[in-house]
């Protein structure tokens, strides 16, 4: 591979975020590798603290890539000196943002929320609203639903879990685990987890088959602090991390990746021991509360728990473990028969097409996650879902769509569901 180490070091220089980020004259481009050393140099970039905000190691397919205007000029030398393919999707990504945000701040006066009666998916929710939301739940289907404080946030937001039965009072049944919110910025993902919760409680009478023989345990937005944060302002609109403060290099950097920071594998390929980095996999394994809060989770759950699920976005992927090297868990088939299942469900329900197969073969490594961990801890089957991305950044499908994304995401889950039944 012929490249420049010193530019790859220009890059390197201005790629890691501190805080919170003006992103005027930011653009965002996508790159299509054509070949193994093309697509080895991509990634490269990433494990250098590069914001990839979607990025695959398959040949022909696109990535994308926030490049800053002190960027612009060695990412063009780059990609026309190594001749990959790319194109500018995003000529300013601070504008976008910005009108992101004064679309919201308009929704939110027209469509104020109390948190009592069903969320309608007319816009995004904030950290209290998901918790009246579900506490509410529990109050008008007392039978069925079942709320638990499970731990609390760095910044003590509380964290809060529903678990939704049929209601016949049978113990020892199998369970599926849920969660979104890991990452701040995929609003979409908290989205998709409401409205599989909304399936399962409000529409019971059409699903209750699923309930039969499972319960589900749903932790619907994981990363509270830093989801909160994410809708604070434009400046913390990408912010991907927790917010626990570290030192670097005599500066305050906020927060790790989460998926980043579960024991199994921790801090190797994928993740950086750099407090900046947006893939910083914390000062030791479960530094974060919020990862901790999983762990205890799926420790307490794994004797019943068959599947454990986390929502992702964004990229049209259903991925399982191994996520930290390419080699396949012994029952990598069962696992792949039921990504494929939900794959196949949405295909053919919308024509939406999602790739599927282990972490590392289809997308890239990433050690210390919680899928690792949850097929670790011993569900039978751990999938990470990354939905389909759309609006000018990726991470934000507009309002008026949000109906259409997490109708088709529970189309994938209730044939994942299924097939679980089938399966086990």
Same mark, same amino acid.
């Given at each position: 591979?012929?490249?420049?180490?010193g530019l790859? !070091?220009?890059?390197?220089?201005a790629?890691?975020?501190?805080?919170?980020?003006?992103?005027?004259?930011?653009r965002?481009? @996508?790159?299509?590798?054509?070949?193994?050393?093309?697509?080895?140099?991509?990634h490269? #970039?990433?494990?250098?603290g590069?914001?990839?905000?979607?990025?695959?190691? #398959?040949?022909?397919?696109?990535?994308?890539?926030?490049v800053?205007?002190?960027?612009l000029?060695?990412?063009?030398?780059? !990609?026309?000196?190594? &001749?990959?393919?790319?194109?500018?999707?995003?000529?300013?990504?601070?504008?976008?943002?910005?009108?992101?945000?004064?679309?919201?701040?308009?929704q939110?006066?027209?469509a104020?929320?109390?948190g009592?009666?069903?969320l309608?998916?007319?816009?995004?929710?904030?950290?209290?609203?998901?918790?009246?939301?579900?506490?509410?739940?529990?109050?008008?289907?007392?039978?069925r639903?079942? !709320?638990?404080?499970?731990?609390?946030?760095?910044?003590k &937001?509380?964290l809060?879990?529903?678990t939704?039965?049929?209601?016949?009072?049978k113990a020892?049944?199998k369970?599926?685990?849920?969660?979104g919110?890991?990452?701040a910025?995929?609003w979409?993902?908290?989205?998709? *987890?409401?409205? *599989?919760?909304?399936?399962?409680?409000?529409?019971f009478?059409?699903?209750a088959? #699923?309930?039969k023989?499972?319960?589900?345990?749903i932790?619907?937005l994981?990363?509270?602090?830093?989801? @909160?944060?994410?809708?604070s302002?434009t400046?913390? &609109?990408?912010?991907?991390?927790?917010?626990?403060?570290y030192?670097?290099?005599g500066?305050?950097?906020?927060?790790?990746?989460?998926?980043?920071n579960?024991?199994?594998?921790?801090?190797?390929?994928?993740?950086?021991s750099?407090?900046?980095?947006?893939t =910083?996999?914390?000062?030791?394994a479960?530094?974060?509360?919020?990862?901790?809060?999983?762990?205890d989770?799926?420790h307490?759950?794994?004797?019943?728990?068959?599947m454990?699920?986390?929502?992702h976005s964004?990229?049209?992927?259903?991925?399982y473990?191994?996520?930290?090297t390419?080699?396949?868990?012994?029952?990598?088939?069962?696992l792949?028969?039921?990504?494929r299942?939900g794959a196949?469900?949405?295909k053919?329900?919308?024509?939406t097409?999602?790739?599927?197969?282990?972490?590392t073969?289809?997308?890239y490594?990433?050690?210390?996650?919680?899928?690792?961990y949850? =097929?670790y801890?011993?569900?039978? !089957?751990?999938?990470?879902?990354?939905?389909?991305?759309?609006?000018?950044?990726g991470?934000?499908p507009?309002?008026?769509?949000?109906?259409e994304f997490?109708?088709?995401?529970?189309?994938?889950?209730r044939?994942?569901?299924?097939?679980?039944?089938?399966?086990?």
């Amino acid at each position: 591979m012929k490249f420049s180490l010193g530019l790859l !070091v220009l890059f390197l220089g201005a790629a890691l975020v501190a805080a919170d980020q003006d992103y005027e004259g930011y653009r965002i481009y @996508e790159v299509t590798p054509s070949n193994s050393d093309q697509a080895q140099l991509l990634h490269q #970039l990433s494990l250098q603290g590069f914001d990839f905000i979607s990025e695959s190691r #398959l040949l022909e397919h696109p990535s994308r890539v926030i490049v800053s205007p002190d960027q612009l000029e060695p990412f063009q030398q780059l !990609v026309q000196g190594q &001749r990959i393919n790319h194109s500018l999707v995003n000529s300013n990504l601070g504008a976008s943002i910005a009108e992101e945000f004064a679309q919201r701040q308009m929704q939110r006066l027209l469509a104020p929320i109390t948190g009592k009666g069903r969320l309608s998916t007319e816009r995004y929710y904030t950290h209290e609203e998901i918790i009246n939301y579900i506490d509410d739940l529990a109050v008008r289907y007392p039978k069925r639903v079942y !709320v638990k404080t499970v731990g609390w946030s760095y910044e003590k &937001r509380v964290l809060k879990t529903i678990t939704i039965t049929n209601g016949d009072g049978k113990a020892g049944k199998k369970l599926i685990f849920m969660d979104g919110g890991f990452h701040a910025r995929e609003w979409i993902s908290p989205a998709a *987890v409401l409205y *599989v919760i909304d399936q399962l409680v409000e529409q019971f009478e059409e699903n209750a088959y #699923l309930l039969k023989d499972y319960d589900w345990v749903i932790l619907p937005l994981v990363n509270a602090d830093g989801y @909160e944060h994410s809708q604070s302002g434009t400046l913390a &609109r990408m912010w991907r991390k927790t917010r626990q403060p570290y030192q670097s290099a005599g500066q305050t950097c906020y927060g790790a990746d989460p998926n980043r920071n579960f024991a199994f594998h921790w801090n190797e390929e994928g993740a950086s021991s750099n407090p900046c980095a947006d893939t =910083y996999a914390g000062p030791t394994a479960f530094s974060e509360p919020e990862t901790i809060v999983v762990r205890d989770l799926m420790h307490s759950l794994a004797d019943k728990g068959i599947m454990y699920l986390t929502i992702h976005s964004y990229g049209n992927y259903l991925l399982y473990p191994w996520g930290w090297t390419s080699d396949l868990p012994d029952n990598w088939e069962d696992l792949d028969a039921v990504a494929r299942t939900g794959a196949e469900a949405i295909k053919n329900a919308t024509g939406t097409e999602y790739t599927y197969g282990s972490s590392t073969n289809v997308l890239y490594i990433a050690a210390g996650a919680s899928d690792d961990y949850g =097929y670790y801890a011993g569900f039978n !089957v751990s999938i990470t879902m990354e939905l389909t991305g759309a609006g000018s950044i990726g991470f934000n499908p507009p309002v008026t769509r949000i109906d259409e994304f997490v109708t088709e995401t529970w189309i994938g889950i209730r044939a994942m569901a299924e097939k679980l039944i089938e399966m086990y």
